[in-house]
C-alpha cells in the first residue's frame, strides 16, 4: 500500500458521490435482487463509476464489487467496492448510508473507506498509519465499565434465531438500553465511522459479506479499535463463509468480556 493506493481510493469515493448526489431524494429507478436485497440505480452507477478508473488504472489489481461481481481474482491486491452499503437508507432519504472503499493484500484489508457523499463525512483507515476523519486523525475510546457500553446493531432481523440470542446476551450484559448504556439500531457502516471517532463503543453484526466488512476493519483498528468475528477471529477474505458475523470494539480491552456475554 502506497500514499498512491490512498489517494486512488480517495478518488474513487469522489467519483462514487459524484454519481449518488443527483439521484439522493430524487427519482431512481429500483428492483430486488436474487438475495431479497434492493438495488437502486445509484448503487449502480456508483460501483460502475469507480469500476472504470481501475480497470483504466488499475489493470492488474482484481475488483470484488456487490453489484458487478469480480474479476482478476488472482490477483494478490483486490478493490472491495459497496457502492451504497445501506441502500434502504438511502431508498428513505436517509443520509447515513456510505459508499465503501477497501482494499486487500493477500486476502487481508489494508486500506479503508467509508464515504458518506450527502453529509460530506469521509473516513480513510490504513492498517498500522492510523484513521482520519476528513482530513482529521480520529481515535476510538476507551471503555472502563463494560456494564455502561453503548452497543449498534444495523437490525436485529438480520440475526438468525441463534446469532439473536447472543446478541440479546450481550445487550443485557452492557445494560440493556439504560440512559448511560444506549443501544442504536440502524446506520450500517456509519456506526463504524462512529465509533472510530470515539462516539461508539461496540458493534454486533451478522450476515455480512465481504463488501460489507472489508472497508471497516482498517477504519476501526486504524482508529485504535479492533474487528474480528464472534469467535475473537480476525476478519479476511473469508470470513463471511462463516456467517459473516462481525464485531467492532473501541478498546480492545473489551472483547473478552464481548464474547464471554455472548457465549
Not at 60 to 78: M, T
Not at 186 to 214: S, T, W
Not at 235 to 250: H, Y
Amino acid at each position: 500500500m502506497t500514499p498512491a493506493d490512498v489517494a486512488l481510493a480517495n478518488r474513487l469515493a469522489d467519483a462514487a458521490g459524484a454519481a449518488i448526489r443527483p439521484l439522493f431524494r430524487g427519482d431512481w429507478a429500483a428492483e430486488t435482487k436474487a438475495d431479497k436485497s434492493p438495488v437502486t440505480e445509484a448503487d449502480r452507477a456508483a460501483e460502475a463509476a469507480m469500476r472504470a478508473i481501475l480497470e483504466a488504472e488499475r489493470k492488474d489489481d482484481g475488483i470484488i464489487g456487490e453489484e458487478y461481481g469480480r474479476s482478476n481474482e488472482g490477483a494478490g491486491r483486490q478493490w472491495v467496492l459497496d457502492p451504497i452499503d445501506g441502500t434502504v437508507s438511502f431508498m428513505a432519504g436517509r443520509p447515513i448510508f456510505g459508499t465503501l472503499i477497501a482494499l486487500m493484500q493477500d486476502g487481508w484489508p489494508v486500506l479503508g473507506v467509508i464515504d458518506q457523499p450527502i453529509a460530506g463525512e469521509r473516513w480513510v483507515g490504513q492498517i498500522g498509519g492510523g484513521t482520519t476523519f476528513n482530513g482529521k486523525q480520529v481515535h476510538a475510546r476507551t471503555c472502563k465499565d463494560f456494564t455502561a457500553a453503548s452497543l449498534a446493531t444495523s437490525s436485529p432481523h438480520y440475526f438468525t434465531a441463534d446469532q439473536a440470542d447472543g446478541y440479546m446476551k450481550l445487550a443485557a450484559a452492557v445494560g440493556g438500553n439504560r440512559p448511560q448504556a444506549p443501544i442504536i439500531y440502524g446506520g450500517d457502516c456509519y456506526n463504524y465511522g462512529l465509533l472510530a471517532g470515539g462516539h461508539l463503543d461496540i458493534i454486533c453484526e451478522a450476515g455480512l459479506q465481504i463488501y460489507d466488512y472489508a472497508a471497516l476493519v482498517p477504519v476501526v483498528e486504524g482508529a485504535g479499535g479492533v474487528m474480528s468475528d464472534w469467535q475473537g477471529n480476525p476478519l479476511d477474505a473469508d470470513s463471511a463463509k462463516d456467517g459473516g458475523t462481525v464485531l467492532a470494539l473501541g478498546d480492545p480491552a473489551r472483547l473478552e468480556d464481548v464474547l464471554e456475554a455472548m457465549g
